[in-house]
């Protein structure tokens, strides 16, 4: 399991036979070198033998916090969990993003304001309170270049978060992208992101309804320990995303 957690992200087995294979290599050499009869490798030995970890596996946050979502990623490895973070301080409405995010997840950011803006009244937010801040969007990991539009559902909860001062439930993660009518629409990636979910120990994920058919792609395992919530719009992922 450990050689999968830290040397392995993808969606097939190339990389799991290559590094099995590195681990069996070693043994065989030790034993026909005579230095042991037989070998046993522990999770403590892969370090020596395979080198240090190549992914660092992000875990799910243990506290809530409001103003921070989880979303859920896809990358050519395998899929991840990410941060997204916003906060705010006094200023004029400026919205600030940083943590290399492409173009496109740039949009999905002004989106997402601007949603929570048109919402405001019905999020309980005074809409003055725009104006007099300039609010920061940040996804950690900041050396790794991010794109794409799944995040938008994550980034509106985290700033409709932000501005109601509600936290977002810790064990649940997010993805979807999101219109200026609030309508959350389908993304790719499904199976990879589910299974980051699980890795991380989250408990709830938030799909968009029209991936529900991608399911069908997903191990047994991940759909028995992860509950699966299916989001026609914002409102819904309000609703099932943040504390009451």
Known sequence: MAIIRDYTREAGVRSLEREIGAVCRRAAVNIAEGKMPSMRVDEGDLASILGPGKYDNEVALRTGLAGV????????????????EASRTAGD???ILTGQLGEVMKESAQAALTLVKTRAA???IDAGSFEKSNVHVHVPA???PKDGPSAGVAMFIALASLF??????????????????????????????????MRAGIQRVLLPARNRRDLDEVPQEAK???????????DDAVRHAMRQ
């Open 122 to 124: 019905d999020l309980g």
């Open 93 to 95: 409405g400026k919205l």
């Open 142 to 144: 900041g050396a790794i």
């Open 164 to 197: 109601v001062d509600r936290p977002v439930r810790n064990d649940t993660a997010m993805t979807g992208e999101i219109s200026l009518r609030g309508l959350v629409l389908p993304v790719g990636g499904i199976k990879d992101k589910v299974l980051a979910a």
């Open 224 to 234: 028995e320990r992860l509950e699966f919530v299916f989001l026609e719009n914002v």
């Open 69 to 84: 979502a989880t979303g859920l990623a896809w990358t050519p490895v395998g899929g991840d969990i990410l941060f997204i």
